[in-house]
């Protein structure tokens, strides 16, 4: 009896150890704080993963697209005509002259042209946050009015680009020197204002203004005019009134 209790003691720290390490296999968490920083470990990781995952994919997504584009680009040029590649030059070297023009002319330019043209920036940007406060501010029926005449103007140049796409070869051509020629004639317009000296500016710049001026007064004369005769008009009525009240009514004795 006594051989079999010192072998149940003996036996008791060996099952102890055996019951705790089944324990902790079971469960790792062997206290509440060690849980809570293990799952929040485990959520920041699982974050971790899932960022990057949607970094690398997004990343991936951006150079296929990019790549694709240029595949398009480079097949485009390789099938074009050599009149169309110089054609194509033509339009990158106008726009590179135009950017390289601009900041010469900025650079060239006085104190006060550049403060005269940021005022002009600054107008047309007030003028864009006017025209969303505007939209902003207006109710639903002034919005569709909106809509529909911007639908207009969509409509318009879809009917123009279907226009051309059924013209035939003789009409395009037709339609094409019309354009050169307007476009030659603002290049024109536009190589006489620079070649201009500044005298010759000035005066030109007056009788601009002179037009506008006079357009203006035409249009307040006009709207005058308007208010003079509904003045001329309701006092001619008020006069008929009193004229028809006095010859019905009874004299006084």
Known sequence: MQF???IAIMGLPLATALVSATAAYADPCLSLTSCAQQQVQQGVENTRNA???DTN???SNLKNARQSAQDQAKARWNNASDATRQKWEAQRNKVT???QNAKDKWNNAS???RKKWEAQGNKVTN???SAKDKWNNANEETRKKWEAQ???VTNAEQNAKDKWNNASEETRKKWEAQGNKVTNAEQNAKDKWNNASDETRKKWEA???SVTNAGKNAQNKWNNAGQNAKNAWKSQKDRINSDWKDATSLPKL
Do not use: L, M
């Open 111 to 113: 104190e006060e042209t």
């Open 127 to 129: 003028a864009e946050q």
């Open 51 to 53: 960022v990057k995952t």
């Open 4 to 6: 079999i209790r010192k």
């Open 150 to 152: 911007r639908n207009k």
């Open 57 to 59: 994919q997004f990343s």
């Open 207 to 209: 009788q601009r203004d």
């Open 97 to 99: 002259n135009a950017e």
